[in-house]
């Protein structure tokens, strides 16, 4: 009798990597700060070293307005060798 392990999860299947958004050491206390910041820095991607990757600002403490700029690892070229 299979066991139920065998049932949720196929042996052969192959997980699929997540990029995520991280956190980067460029911040701002001002919005049009962090605005000038996204607009100027580029990052690259970690596998090819040639195209850029995505980026997005986030608030990171809403006490003391502090905003954040956070990127991914792949570029979506890479990521996509990569699930395939």
């Not at 460029?26 to 049009?32: P, V």
């Not at 006490?63 to 954040?68: G, I, N, W």
Request: hydrophobic share 35%.
């Amino acid at each position: 009798m299979p066991s139920s392990k065998s049932k949720i999860q196929p042996k052969n299947k192959k997980v699929l990597p997540m990029d995520f958004f991280i956190e980067t050491r460029s911040t701002s206390n001002t919005a049009s700060g962090i605005k000038e910041l996204s607009e100027t820095t580029s990052f690259t991607c970690i596998f090819c070293k040639d195209n850029d990757v995505e980026t997005k600002m986030a608030i990171s403490d809403t006490k003391l307005p502090t905003f954040v700029l956070l990127r991914k690892h792949y570029c979506l070229s890479c990521w996509l060798k990569l699930i395939r």
